[in-house]
């Protein structure tokens, strides 16, 4: 597998006329617009070619902050429905929890919208395929914001290993950690619902549940209606990159342990998770601690001549010491480089493709294939057994309570198309 494919898409007449028609600046609408959505709009500010022109979020706060940031230009709305019907938006960056994803970059793809979706890409295996159904179907070009895929020294280092400079790879390793003990607290409307936040919005296809400001804002990651914990938060970085220097669409086999022990806040996923994952030739590991410290990120690749480090300041390559006793000398040359800016990167590639209908970096299909990988570590930690993953099928081999797992019911009135 190359590190990128690059497949031409159909250009419509109406695409080129949108882009070209802007004396080449792409109209961008944000659905989404609390920390991680000002993070992006940030980022796309600083390209020239990108013009924010509305915002989307059911938190007037932090809708108005974002409005804000591009001097007052975008329009502002509270429902992604109204954002999409403006024939003034070319793309969309989705930045809201992880169970609106599907339905919503779903719906810019249909409205004709090209789409830059956040980590991870999906809350279910089957939410994931039909995302990439929806932008193949409708011509889209469709970025995951998986930003290490853009990463220049991420795509020197995959190269480095995948020609052998390291030598036999055949264990990565991949981890976060940290200690939150006793847990975490709401940020935002603690003292209670805020007047005009349409909490039943929020929900959407998740299950009823009364207002709880732990489950919104940044907390929403700890509960399962809504994500997946560390293991979709950071192990979709490191996963991805993992599955990527490999070279293969999805393991073999996964193995995962660990649940919610110590942690007292309310929420559900693991604090402490250990998956293995079957490659061929190749065992991929990752761990989650949240209530003890130890290195904050792990990405770390054992070769039979060094081991490479990599993170997003740079990578580093320790050698191995070979030969007898006293005698032992280094396999290689210790190797460094250093990172760069991989939001930047990453918006970039993502406009340049929306202009040439080039596939991304993160083209939707990658983004897929690494969250089946959370996905997979999930099901398998909560159910308390190994699975055997049949990629092209997307199903798990001999085990129907686990396949039923591979997707969710959607409240009423929310269908996925």
């Known amino acids: 597998m190359n590190r990128r494919t690059f497949a031409m898409s159909a250009l419509t007449a109406f695409s080129a006329s949108r882009v070209a028609g802007a004396n080449d600046r792409i109209r961008m609408g944000w659905i989404g617009s609390g920390g991680r959505g000002r993070q992006d709009l940030a980022t796309f500010l600083k390209q020239p070619d990108a013009d924010p022109v509305a915002i989307c979020d059911l938190y007037e706060p932090f809708r108005d902050k974002a409005i804000e940031m591009a001097a007052g230009r975008p329009k502002g709305f509270d429902d992604f429905r109204q954002l999409l019907e403006q024939k003034?938006?070319?793309?969309?960056?989705?930045?809201?929890?992880?169970?609106?994803?599907?339905?919503?970059?779903?719906?810019?793809?249909?409205?004709?919208?090209?789409?830059?979706?956040?980590?991870?890409l999906s809350l279910t295996v089957a939410e994931g395929r039909r995302m990439v159904e929806a932008a193949r179907k409708h011509g889209r070009v469709f970025q995951t914001g998986s930003q290490q895929r853009s990463g220049a020294h991420y795509a020197q280092a995959v190269k480095l290993i995948r020609d052998g400079g390291i030598g036999e790879v055949h264990r990565i390793q991949a981890g976060m950690q940290r200690n939150i003990f006793p847990g975490l607290q709401p940020t935002e409307m603690a003292s209670g619902i805020r007047p005009g936040f349409n909490w039943e919005m929020w929900l959407g296809p998740a299950p009823e549940r009364p207002f709880d400001p732990f489950r919104c804002i940044y907390n929403f990651r700890w509960f399962w209606d809504y994500s997946g914990g560390q293991m979709t938060n950071w192990g979709a970085h490191h996963l991805d990159i993992a599955r990527w220097i490999v070279g293969a669409d999805a393991p073999t086999e996964v193995a995962g342990f660990g649940g919610r022990y110590a942690l007292t806040d309310g929420g559900e996923t693991p604090d402490i998770q250990e998956v293995t994952y079957q490659f061929p030739k190749v065992v991929v590991t990752w761990t989650v601690s949240e209530i003890a410290e130890g290195k904050p990120v792990t990405l770390d690749i054992y070769g039979t001549k060094g081991k490479l480090t990599l993170l997003r300041s740079g990578f580093q390559v320790t050698p191995e010491m070979i030969g007898p006793g006293k005698d032992k000398k280094p396999a290689m040359e210790p190797l460094q480089a250093k990172g760069g800016d991989l939001d930047g990167a990453h918006a970039r590639n993502f406009l340049d493709c929306v202009k040439s209908r080039q596939r991304p970096n993160a083209d939707v299909e990658e983004g897929h294939r690494s969250a089946v990988m959370c996905h997979l570590g999930n099901i398998s930690t909560r159910l308390g057994r190994s699975l055997r993953w049949d990629a092209a099928a997307e199903q798990i081999t001999g085990d129907?309570?686990?396949?039923?797992?591979?997707?969710?019911?959607?409240r009423a009135p929310w269908k996925l198309s």
């Open 400 to 410: 129907a309570e686990a396949n039923r797992w591979l997707s969710r019911p959607y």
């Open 88 to 120: 003034d938006v070319d793309a969309v960056v989705v930045a809201v929890p992880d169970h609106w994803h599907a339905l919503i970059a779903i719906a810019a793809c249909e409205a004709g919208k090209d789409v830059y979706c956040e980590k991870p």
